[in-house]
């Protein structure tokens, strides 16, 4: 026989979807500070019917995500910061991550000496950052891994990050079925990675190639580039003059996809549909309007820090979520990649990020 507990019914996940020495930075939930805007959060009100969201025990939440010198980053760590703003019994504290995954693991060392309830980690790198995440939890903090995943499972209490393979399938589908519809049996297909050595990247890319294999289509040119404009324009520029003629591109990167299409523009090209990633509020709105060969992108939301929040706090409160029998959060979470396009754009629109 189950039973609902009533403490975790009606619980949604946020979203509808750190050099040595650093200081912590800790402001209350209610410090409404620094740029949130267009940030992914879950409403916490008393007039609410979720439980879960009523005020408990109070608990401090660590955070450490690299310099937001990329849309995606500053969107990751704008949602972290107003989703714990939604919580009066949440304090929520950052350590800067540094310049490298050295440097963020040198200072939050200085988080752990702080013994916050626990802790949410967007690593540079996370293999890189394994040691840490075992190190705090054998010190009993509970360690969030978002993202950038820990290959070992001792090294944090709660996984969640968006399904990198699954953006690949979904963008290999949308190309395959554009491809058969139009009649195109021979498509010369492009891809534009993003930072190679990342396992997120290599996954990715696993992805588009098992989808395109199952329509019995192959990528004729891939080259990576590093998540930035300037590397999408440059790589693009490259790809374009290795295939003088190509039908579809996925870009793994909405933010690069920006140098991407520039490229595209300067070179006269647009003979093919794109296919982008990650679902920026540019790249959607693009889509939305359908004047250029952007015709898709496939998400992979920054809302995931909202909901990491979320979680890290009834992880500390030793609460679970709503509507599953389990008194506990799961150990895993892997976010579904959604296809927008045209049609469904404006659906999508409000949890674009800038």
């Known amino acids: ?5 009533p403490v975790r019914r009606r619980f949604l996940l946020g979203g509808a979807a750190l050099g040595a020495g650093a200081l912590l930075a800790a402001c209350t939930s209610n410090d409404k500070g620094g740029d949130n805007t267009n940030a992914q959060t879950q409403g916490n009100n008393n007039a609410s019917p979720n439980a879960n969201s009523a005020p408990g025990k109070k608990v401090t939440i660590g955070f450490s995500a690299p310099a ?12 972290a910061k107003a989703q714990a ?25 200085t988080m752990i000496s702080q013994k916050p309830d626990v802790i949410v980690l967007l690593p540079h790198d996370g293999k890189e950052l394994n040691a840490f995440g075992l190190e705090a939890m054998k010190a009993g903090i509970p360690v969030v891994n978002l993202d950038r995943a820990f290959p070992d499972a001792l090294a944090y209490r709660l996984q969640i990050k968006g399904d990198n393979y699954g953006m690949g399938v979904a963008a290999g589908n949308y190309i395959a079925a554009q491809m058969k519809a139009k009649g195109v049996s021979n498509p010369i297909i492009g891809e534009i990675a993003g930072i190679d050595n990342l396992e997120l990247t290599q996954e990715r ?10 329509a019995g289509l192959t990528v004729a040119n891939r080259r990576a580039a590093g998540f930035t404009v300037d590397t999408g324009q440059a790589e693009m520029s490259q790809l374009l003059q290795a295939l ?5 591109l996925w870009n793994h990167d909405d933010d690069q996809g920006i140098g991407v299409l520039a490229a595209a523009t300067q070179a006269n090209r647009k003979e093919f549909l794109m296919v982008g990633g990650a679902g920026s509020k540019a790249a ?4 939305q309007a359908d004047n250029s060969v952007l015709k898709c992108t496939v998400t992979y939301s920054p809302s995931m820090a909202s909901s990491a929040i979320s979680l890290a706090r009834l992880i500390a409160q030793g609460k679970g979520m709503s509507d599953l ?27 674009g990020f800038s």
């Not at 890319?205 to 199952?214: E, M, N, V, W």
Request: hydrophobic share 45%; charged share 20%; proline share 3%.
């Open 1 to 5: 026989m189950t039973q609902h507990d």
């Open 244 to 248: 003088p003629k190509m039908d579809a």
């Open 85 to 109: 703003a939604e919580y009066s019994d949440v304090t929520f504290t950052t350590v800067e991550a540094g310049a490298d995954a050295a440097a963020q693991r040198s200072a939050l060392s």
């Open 284 to 287: 959607i709105e693009a889509i």
């Open 68 to 79: 937001a010198d990329h849309g995606w980053i500053a969107a990751i760590t704008s949602n």
């Open 205 to 214: 890319s696993a992805g588009f190639k098992a989808a395109l294999a199952a």
């Open 325 to 351: 029998v389990e008194l506990q959060v799961p150990k895993e979470i892997i976010l579904a990649s959604e296809t927008i396009t045209k049609e469904n754009a404006s659906t999508y629109l409000p949890l």
